[in-house]
């Protein structure tokens, strides 16, 4: 019987768990792109470094630890309008996925400046002595020496996204955290909650291992 | 030629203000080693620093070879800094590159074509001995070979300055006196004029041909290290250069002498003369040598001996005049009984 409930349920747990990754991958994506020359903009702007600014550090982390401060739920509902702009309408992985992203980005960028700031100063300065500019120091010393870091940071990023996009069903984005909600927390079906649940287990584990391993791979220290 | 005037580095934190160099004014030729010595805090690295602008004067201007890189603009000074190569105590090689990588951001940063850095790369591992590191990484180097890829790094763009900071303070002793001694190669052969800041006074006698003391942000003594060796004026000047050569008689000694103890220093062309043993012909004195050294600093000797002088003390008054006068460095340390 349990085993009949399970078969029932795989067209729904397929579409569900596509549905997350979809919007994590979306999502994921903004983050990288955005958020790793936000979090190297954050760094090289601090003081003592080769960019120092403080007006553009304070804004910019102003701006990050706001964004950063707002549930998300109340996030998710307060971007409709942008989302709207953005995709045309606001339900949907797609529309979801949106506000995934802008929570992502600040996220994923405080995690590129920590791992920035764990590499020796002084090798940023033998950098600076050499007459490097500063595009070349963060090519090809910043990222390369925060690479490990940054590829941690990736996997982190990912796996809170993958929690996030629970929430989705708000929007009706769909994905598996909304299943498990929808089934499990509102009909009280255990069987949809347990399931959804040894798959999200089963997803950050698998998540969590490829990326120490990809960690472990650039790691050259 | 380096030129530092009157150059004033203040650090200010919300409640003090600190002064790690306090106009400092110092010309430093093309082609010698000049060395600064100090004490940790003394403002030696910040000095040093502020040659290459890593750190900006508060006041005060630096001028390498005529041009006064305080008044650069950013573009300029990057120009300027391919030309001054600088050294580290912890070598601060970028972990995740290889010995190669590591050379070649250097070439790449004077944005030399690709095949030319290859050449080049390769000259300079050949000349720090390293051409068979060259595809290693850091972490698979000994302290000395990091070193050395430091100086490959620092050399890459010809620079006409090298600035060494503490380079051998994390190197055991026999490393130290090879990087010391590659250091004096590219010195000798390339023509590349050396500053270097050390706390150790061996540093400077094996490699410096002028050195400078700091105390508290302030250079309290400056000449050649023969001069400074041989007559040393302050007391933290001594204290170095006791760390070198260390004349300490065991108490029992002291305690037992019947004669008159004196250190005698032999400088330069004193040092190969026979004055003892003339000394001894014109005196009714005996002589036993109870400790005795000597050193040489670029290339001279300086020979330093503690002797024990017995006889009638009128005749030990006369043969210490005679010998003081010959060497101008005679020193009693304890008189007869």
Known sequence: MLLDALIDLIPELNKAFLETIYMVAISLFVAVLAGLPLGILLFVTDCGLFLENTVVKSVLGFIVNMIRSIPFVILLVGLLPLTKLITGTTIGPTAASVSLSVAAVPFFARIVETSLREIEKGVIEAAVAVGATPWMIIKDVLLPEARPGIVHGITITTISLVGYSAMAGIVGGGGIGDLAIRFGYYRYDNTVMITTIVILICLVQIIQFVGDRIARLVDKR | ?337
């Open chain 2, 1 to 337: 030629m380096i030129e530092i005037k009157n150059v004033t580095k203040i650090y200010s934190t919300k409640k003090k203000q600190v002064v790690g160099v306090d106009n400092v004014s110092l010309t430093i030729q093309d082609g010698e080693i000049f060395g600064i010595i100090g004490y940790s805090g003394a403002g030696k690295s910040s000095l040093l620093r502020c040659l290459n602008l890593l750190e900006r004067p508060t006041s005060g201007q630096v001028i390498i070879d005529g041009v006064d890189l305080t008044t650069l603009n950013n573009k300029q000074l990057r120009q300027a800094r391919l030309k001054i190569g600088m050294i580290f105590q912890h070598f601060y090689l970028v972990s995740s590159k290889t010995v190669f990588d590591n050379v070649a951001f250097a070439l790449k940063a004077a944005k030399k074509p690709k095949e030319e850095i290859e050449k080049r790369v390769n000259e300079l591992l050949e000349m720090v001995g390293l051409s068979d590191k060259r595809d290693a990484y850091p972490s698979q180097l000994s302290g000395g070979q990091k070193q050395r890829v430091g100086i490959a790094r620092a050399l890459a763009n010809d620079p006409t300055v090298l600035l060494c900071d503490e380079a051998t303070s994390a190197l055991d002793p026999s490393t130290t006196k090879s990087i010391l001694a590659l250091l004096k190669k590219i010195n000798r052969e390339l023509g590349i004029t050396i500053v270097l800041i050390t706390h150790e006074m061996e540093v400077v006698k094996d490699i410096c041909d002028r050195v400078a003391v700091m105390q508290n942000g302030k250079i309290i003594e400056l000449g050649t290290v023969y001069d400074i060796f041989t007559n040393p004026k302050e007391k933290l000047t001594k204290t170095f250069i006791n760390s070198v050569l260390r004349f300490e008689l065991p108490d029992h000694l002291l305690q037992k002498r019947t004669g008159t103890i004196v250190k005698i220093q032999f400088k330069g062309k004193t040092a190969e003369e026979a004055i003892v043993s003339d000394m001894l012909q014109s005196f009714k004195v005996k002589g036993n040598i109870l400790h005795g050294k000597i050193e040489y600093i670029q290339e001279m000797p300086l020979g330093i001996f503690v002797m024990e002088l017995t006889g009638e003390p009128e005749e030990i008054k006369r043969a210490i005049h005679y010998i003081s006068q010959r060497t101008n460095g005679l020193e009693v340390i304890a008189h007869a009984a």
